[in-house]
């Protein structure tokens, strides 16, 4: 049971990045591209959480977000994430061409 919750935890903070630099991002930056930003303010909010009730809980699950397989499936998280941000932007950019062209005529 206790492993079940570790795994969902770590799950959880999968999407974040290192603690100071979530606090230090804005979400709602205009060109950011980074679909991961709103998970990695949740996951900062859940770690203080714990922190201020389990330290030492606190503690491991900030040791398992900074094992190397937890990092390197954020990296290629973060890199598919990145590539479906750049094909939505291409696909809003097209269907603003066929309102333009097809619809209003201009």
Excluded: C
């Excluded at 201020?52 to 491991?60: C, D, G, H, M």
């Excluded at 994430?81 to 939505?88: C, E, G, L």
């Amino acid at each position: 049971m206790l492993q079940s919750r570790a795994l969902v935890i770590a799950l959880i903070l999968l999407l974040s990045t290192t603690l100071p630099e979530v606090q230090s991002k804005s979400i709602f930056e205009k060109d950011r591209r980074d679909l991961l930003a709103i998970p990695e303010a949740i996951a900062s909010y859940f770690y203080e959480a714990v922190n201020k009730v389990y330290p030492k809980v606190s503690q491991f699950l900030l040791d398992t977000v900074q094992s190397p397989t937890v990092i390197a499936a954020r990296q290629r998280l973060a890199k598919e994430a990145n590539k479906v941000s750049i094909m939505f932007e291409q696909l809003i950019e097209k269907i603003k061409n066929l309102w333009y062209t097809r619809v209003l005529g201009y």
